[in-house]
Structures are given as C-alpha cells and as structure tokens.
C-alpha cells in the first residue's frame, strides 16, 4: 500500500501547441491538504480537470491509491473515491437541500445514503437548512452545499476549485475551518485550488505553484513563501 | 405531503367527482366538465414534461390525436379487442414516443420546442391527406363495441358516467405521478433538469430519464386522447394541430408547474374563460390572451403557484391573539 492516496505522473494536456498542463507531477499523502496555487491561466483548473478524467489526458498518468485510473472514465475515478466540486457553484437549485445530498450519496452506491446524507450535511451546518431548497439559500451556504454534494459516499481525495470565489472574508474562514475539520475527521486527503493566499498558508500542509502549465515549487507553506521564484511570478512583495 | 394524505385527497377528489357526475342535472354542464377534465389530463402531460426536463413541446397534440386514430384503426380492422387497442395505443405511443425521445431530447431549448412543433405537424399533415387510412380531412368515427372494460359503452358515454370516468382518470392518474414522482426517479429527473453536468459526475446517466419523462409525458396526453375520442366517437385531423399543443401549452402556463395539479387548474379556468367569455364576446380568445400576458409578467409560476404562496403565508402568519381580542370585544 503507497503512503499517497493519489500521484501524477507526468501529466500533460496539450490544444494543438498549447500546453496547458505539461509533465506535471504532483502526490497527495493520505490526509493531508495540498494547496495549488499559481496565476490565472496556469493551468490549475486543467490539472483538476485532468485528475478527474473529464478532459482526456495527451500524456501521462494519474494513480489512485496505487492504481492507474488514467483509463476511467468521471464517473468511475468518482466512484473509487477521487471526488471534486467546480469552480462555480454546482448544485441542483430547485431541490431541497438533504434530497440532493441523498441522491448524489445513493448513486456513490452508499450503504445508507440517508444517514451519510446527514453526517455530511451535520459536519457542514446545514443539517438546520435540510428541507430548503437550494435555490433559496445564501451564496455561502450554496458554496458549502456544493461541498457536501462532493463529499458523499466517503471519498479518499477532494479536488476544490476555488471554493472561497465570490464569499465574504467570513464565509471564506468559515469555510475553511470546516474544511479543516472534515479533512481530519473523515481522513479525507485534499487538492485546494485557490486564490485566497490567507487560506491557502492557513489551513495547507504543503503548497505547490504552477506557472504556464508546470509545477515551478513544491513545498511546506513557510518554505513556498520564502521561494525567490514564486516571490516573483505569483506572490509579488506581499509575500 | 404524507402518503395517507395524498390517499386521503384522492379519495376526497373521486368522491367530488361522483357527485358532480351524479348530481349535476345539465348535460351542457356535464359536457364542459368532460372536456375539462379531459384536458386537464392533456395539459397535465405537457406540463410533466415542462416540470420534470425543463422542456417546452409545442407538438404534444401528436400524442393526442394519435391515440385516437390507433384506437379507431385497430377497431376498424377489428384486429383486436378495444380493451386491447386501447392498451396498445396507449402503450404503444410511449414507446414509441420513448424511442424517439433519445434522439430528440439531445437538442436544447427553443430548438427542441421547434423540432416537436415539426413532427407534430408532420403527423398532422399525414392524417390529412392518408384518406384511405385515417379518413382525411373529414376524419373517422370510432367503432366502439357494446361493451368496454366490462362497462356498457352507451351506458358509459352519457354525461353524467363519463364525465365520472374522465375525472377519475385525471385524478388517477395524478395521483400515480405523484408517488413515481417521490421515488429516486423523480430526484434523478429533477436533477437532470437542474444541473445535467453536476447529475453526470454524481453517476446518472442523464439521457433516459429525460427520454423516460418524455414517453410518460406522451403516455399521459395519449389517454386524455383515448378519453376524448370515447368522449365524441370521432377523431380527425385537428387533433393532431399544433394550436391544440398551443391551448394545452396555455393551460400549463395559466396553472403553473410547481405543483402536478398545476396544469389540470389551468385547464379549468382554460373551459370556465370559454363557457363564461363566450357567451360575452365572440372574440374570447383574445381576452384569455390578454389574461396569460398578465400571469406571465406578473405570476410567473402560475395561479398554482399563487395559490402555494397564499397557502404558505396563511400557515406563516401568527397565530390570533385571542386575548387582545377578547379585550376588544370587552372594550
């Protein structure tokens, strides 16, 4: 059994000559939260999308627990506990809020959907918003609904695209906090993208940027921090 | 709302039913509620399909009129029973409607409304003009039996039982889409209509519950088909016209979807404009326009969905103070 739960393994998509993800290695170890970081354009998101499998690889692999997944199909990487949520949010705004979490839970195959459906919404405080529906909840509680629709079925990995986008400073702490705390109840291991720095050197055990489609550093947060490269493609002075 | 209340309403609609069937004297009355009913069970097809893919067809009088020219084909060739033909027409536009359902349900928004508006008229255009099969123009009368579903037929079609058996139809099978609809097949389809990319990573494959809602959608508008052709005894070519896929598409919008019994009320206030308008104006049609303009602008999700708000607010609002009363009745 590998101490990582999920590793890259030169990983490329290319659109003709553009490369927007090219040899790209990245590991997760078993509980821990990685955060990605780079500018707009780097190709964050690509990588995410990669991982999952919802846009076809043009070199490499990706390893789920051991096992090369590259071949699967979303669904399946889903199903062997390779989650995800998008960059906006994406839920099902006319139903009310437990009977999306309970659906997406039943179709992970869970034993009990209902009762992981209840966990899940408990540990994000939404278990007091379960019969609203979605369309009639705040943008914070849309973005942590979205969470919990990724979080069923008990998923080893957690890739969150910009999950602090469009939220208040509190909503983003907030935010964060649960993600804290569910990353070490449920051992869940996390690929944070994000453009909110005080989150991303608040709650991540290691840190890797991306620059034009390529890892450039990898690392504990103080040492990415202190990285002369990173200081001058991404975090500028403020740093 | 609980299982037991659900049963409860059904049987208190069956029995509304019966007493209008048996107590209203007026054949003319009796006739209308028929129509009314039968409608209802058109516009609640149309609307099932608007409420659970999210997609408008402007040519659901396809499954209307189809059903009763199959019924009235079969009982010309006398092939089969006309419990039979009625099963079969029914059933056999679902599946039909099911197949055609996977390829045209792939195309989105206005352009899928435009594609059934085509197929309809297609149909209708067919109707028209296979003289030899289906009449023509001049349509076909339905030779219906002595007896059906061990009924007498004469018995069955005077106002009073059919209007009893056209609302329990509706009633029925309203009542069958509500509990399918609590199943995990109404989440899969209302997740589908709400987010197809979010439905697809959860593991649903979102193409046959759109074509399944589809097929139950035509099934439902293929009975009040069946319905209207024992009704009058005669089907033709304007059953199949796309102003009938227009009129139901009008009832669904007056009643809402927010709720499944959202079409069939518009529907009764479709038949209460007509009987009340026109006997006012010979342009009717004009004022109900004017009428569906001001729900559209002004109550988007229909008379049903203002009927759920008043009905929210009233159990929203507190509670009388009944000893301020009290003091106000004293002072």
Known sequence: ?239 | MTTTTLLASTVAALAVGAAAAFGIGSATALSLLTQAAIYALFATGVGLLLRQNGMVSFGHALWFGSSGYAVAILLQTHAVPAEVAVLLAIGGLALLAFVLALVIVRVPGVAFGMLTLAIGQMAFLTASRVRGLTGGADGMSLDWPATLFGASVSALTRPGPMLMVAWSALVLVLLALALLLRSRFGAITEAVRDNEERARFIGIRTMLPRAAVYALSAAVTATAGVLSALNTGFVSPESLHWSLSGVALMMVVVGGTRVLWGPALGAAIYFLAKDVLGDHAQHWMAIFGSALIVVIVFAPQGLSGILLRLAGKRRAAPAPDLHAHAETSHA
Do not use: C
Request: no cysteine.
């Open chain 1, 1 to 239: 059994m590998p101490d990582y739960v999920m590793q890259t393994e030169d990983v490329a998509i290319h659109y003709g000559g553009v490369k927007a993800v090219d040899g790209v290695e990245l590991t997760l170890q078993r509980g821990e939260i990685r955060g990605l970081i780079g500018p707009n354009g780097a190709g964050k998101s690509t990588v995410i999308d990669a991982i999952t499998g919802r846009r076809p690889l043009t070199r490499g692999k990706v390893h789920l627990g051991g096992e090369d997944v590259s071949a699967l199909g979303p669904v399946q990487r889903r199903r062997k506990g390779l989650s995800r949520s998008f960059q906006r949010t994406s839920i099902f705004e006319q139903m009310p809020v437990r009977k999306q979490v309970e659906l997406a839970s039943w179709k992970m195959g869970t034993a009990d959907p209902g009762a992981d459906a209840d966990d899940v919404l408990h540990e994000l405080s939404l278990d007091t918003l379960a019969d609203t529906t979605a369309a009639d909840l705040g943008y914070g509680q849309q973005r942590r609904l979205d969470l919990a629709l990724a979080l069923v079925g008990k998923p080893s990995v957690l890739l969150l695209d910009e999950p602090m986008a469009g939220l208040s400073v509190k909503e983003s702490l907030d935010l964060a906090q649960h993600l804290k705390a569910l990353t070490a109840r449920r051992g869940v291991s996390v690929l944070l993208v994000e453009h909110d720095m005080d989150v991303v050197f608040g709650i991540s055990d290691a840190v890797t940027v991306f620059e034009l489609g390529r890892v450039i550093a990898a690392g504990s947060p103080a040492e990415v921090r202190r990285d002369p490269r990173v200081r001058e493609a991404y975090l500028g002075s403020a740093a």
